[in-house]
């Protein structure tokens, strides 16, 4: 098997020099070039598996030939070489397309991690995400598919990614997705909640703590990013994070080293972050709620997942997909949906999005009889349910009105905790009430 070649753009030849024997310790080819021109020349008339550039050059700078590379070397990922400190221009350097970026002066090991991440890339004739279904990103519709093309783009990428949308849509899938699609795939993949986190403990829990830096602290703990080296780390709902650890989650992720609590000195760490949230950061950074750095930071790529709502007959094929997956596991045939029933489907709009979709089909699942959901069988919030024994109607004599807030009430926070996968303080803050108050209803109504 030939080595893979590696081409180093700097106008140093001393720099030049330390990264070609480096990187030949490597069992590497590398080549060289001191000059915009050059290395155009070269990267256009030769074969490379990586390029390294300097950000600084005679004849232009690393941004351009970044820029140059999308469109007449996309199959070559590129690191930039920049100046310690210099942020801005790294995560420039990543919009534009870089793989990713490394600070002066270059330290072996993060050269090294570099190297044989990029090596472990797929080349875009080969595209992570197949075009049509993988088995879980579910759907035809153009919404969809714009995103598996974005998440076949990102994947290439080591740039934090920042995924929105709405409650329910898939934003952990398609996290996980990037994952499964990119270098880092045989890595762990760490997802955080980053509201279901206690605010005293998220010290501990994000950066570890070292034996006896406090009152039970009996053991060193390695803490959930380090958890995540050589993989990704997925923050869920980062805009609940506290200010205070806005801050030392921006100094992680810029300096590329963690210090656990009571701990001397930083240690390296290999992560890609990933984030998600329901919430408009942008809003949040606007009312003082979250830091415009960390949240530059974090979007370097932005992907919007779309609403159930935006991708039309998708509604159906997710549908027949759920169905299929609760079949199995209820080890039962798979029930056909009537025309009335998947008109239903169809004209519902999904507040809750697919996560309401699923609940939606199972409980149809369990009331449909003779293998067939009927649209009787449906029951969508916002439209009339179906009639069960016992309703009392108003020929009967309406229900007391008690009774009719607590099933109000009820309802709210059932959906409150499925739509944040119950949990409790999360459903608390959406419901707008303490966490002491959602406990205290949900053991009077029986909910616990």
């Known amino acids: 098997m030939s080595q893979a070649r590696v081409l180093v753009i700097d106008d140093e030849p001393d720099i030049r020099d330390l990264l070609s024997m480096t990187l030949k310790r490597m069992k590497l080819e590398p080549d060289t070039a001191a000059d915009l021109g050059e290395a155009k020349a070269k990267l256009a008339g030769e074969h490379f598996d990586l390029c390294l550039t300097d950000m600084k050059l005679p004849d232009g700078n690393g941004l351009d030939l970044v820029e140059w590379m999308q469109i007449n070397a996309?199959?070559?990922?590129?690191?930039v070489i920049s100046a310690h400190g210099n942020v801005e221009a790294?995560?420039?350097a990543l919009k534009l397309g870089a793989f990713d970026f490394v600070s002066k002066p270059v330290r072996i090991d993060d050269l090294r991690k570099i190297v044989q991440t990029a090596l472990r890339l797929e080349r875009p004739d080969r595209p992570a995400i197949p075009s049509g279904n993988d088995g879980r990103l579910v759907g035809e519709s153009e919404a969809i598919t714009g995103v598996r093309n974005m998440i076949g783009k990102v994947a290439r990428s080591q740039a934090p990614v920042y995924i929105f949308g709405e409650s329910g849509t898939g934003k952990e899938l398609v996290a996980r997705l990037i994952h499964e699609s990119?270098?880092?795939a045989s890595g762990p993949f760490v997802p955080v909640n980053c509201g279901a986190?206690?605010?005293e403990l998220m010290e501990s829990e994000f950066f570890g703590?070292?034996?006896g830096s406090f009152t039970g602290a009996v053991e060193d703990k390695e803490g959930l990013i380090r958890s995540?080296?050589?993989g990704t780390l997925f923050l869920d709902e980062i805009g609940d994070l506290p200010l205070h650890m806005q801050v030392k989650l921006l100094r992680v992720i810029q300096e590329r080293a963690v210090r656990p609590v009571g701990g001397t000195k930083e240690m390296p760490v290999d992560v890609r972050f990933l984030s998600a949230s329901h919430r408009d950061l942008a809003t949040l950074v606007a009312e003082g709620d979250f830091r415009e750095d960390l949240y530059y930071r974090i979007n370097v790529i932005d992907l919007r997942v779309p609403p159930l709502r935006e991708r039309g007959d998708d509604v159906l094929v997710l549908a027949r997909h759920i169905l299929e997956r609760l079949a199995h596991k209820m080890e039962a045939p798979v029930p056909e949906l009537s025309?009335?029933?998947?008109?239903?489907?169809?004209?519902?709009?999904?507040?809750?999005?697919?996560r309401e979709l699923e609940n939606v089909l199972?409980?149809?699942m369990a009331m449909a009889e003779g293998g067939r959901i009927e649209t009787g069988d449906i029951e969508i919030r916002g439209q009339t349910p179906r009639p069960s024994t016992g309703t009392v109607n108003v020929e009967a004599g309406e229900a007391p009105l008690e009774t009719q807030l607590q099933d109000v009430e009820r309802d709210a926070i059932v959906q409150a905790l499925e739509q944040t996968r119950f949990n409790k303080t999360a459903a608390a803050r959406l419901l707008g009430i303490s966490f002491r108050q959602l406990r205290y209803r949900i053991k009077k109504l029986g909910l616990d």
Do not use: C, F, Q, W
């Open 209 to 211: 703590h070292k034996k």
């Open 362 to 364: 199972e409980r149809a």
């Open 339 to 354: 025309d009335e029933a998947r008109k239903g489907l169809l004209d519902h709009s999904y507040p809750g999005n697919v």
């Open 228 to 230: 995540a080296e050589g």
């Open 90 to 92: 790294a995560v420039r």
């Open 197 to 199: 986190i206690p605010t």
């Open 74 to 79: 996309p199959a070559v990922p590129v690191a």
């Open 182 to 184: 990119g270098p880092r």
